[in-house]
């Protein structure tokens, strides 16, 4: 009833930029929060960067300075730019939204599928 589908992972080489998008659809009342996670290789899933839906945000450190969270309330989409991209920003980035389907439900996590992001030369 709720689908979220992140796009725009690919491979691209030290230095470079890419720019993540995930749009979220179906019975949505509100959505509180966005943001993007990540897991590499034998590691676990890490929170990358949150935003609220009045525009607070919060990175991780490894990515302050060269990733930029943005959300659009009206399409309820959220995009994560990535500049000067390291190899060690490889990983499956999954982005969530904490929402409400309807004014009686409590709010929960809904994840995207992943969207693969390869860093290398």
């Known amino acids: 009833q709720v689908q979220l589908v992140d796009t725009g992972g690919g491979l691209v080489q030290p230095g470079g930029s890419l720019r993540l998008s995930c749009a979220a659809s179906?019975?949505?009342?509100?959505?509180?929060?966005m943001g993007w996670y990540r897991q590499a290789p034998g590691k676990e899933r890490e929170l990358v960067a949150t935003?609220?839906?009045?525009?607070?945000?919060n990175y991780a450190d490894s990515v302050k300075g060269r990733f930029t969270i943005s959300r659009d309330n009206a399409k309820n989409t959220v995009y994560l730019q990535m500049r000067r991209l390291k190899p060690e920003d490889t990983a499956v980035y999954y982005c969530?939204?904490?929402?409400?389907?309807?004014?009686?439900?409590?709010?929960?996590?809904?994840w995207g599928q992943g969207t693969k992001v390869t860093v290398s030369s």
């Open positions: 969530y939204a904490r929402l409400k389907m309807t004014v009686l439900t409590p709010q929960n996590d809904y």
């Open positions: 935003i609220t839906s009045g525009a607070s945000t």
């Open positions: 179906g019975s949505i009342f509100v959505i509180s929060a």
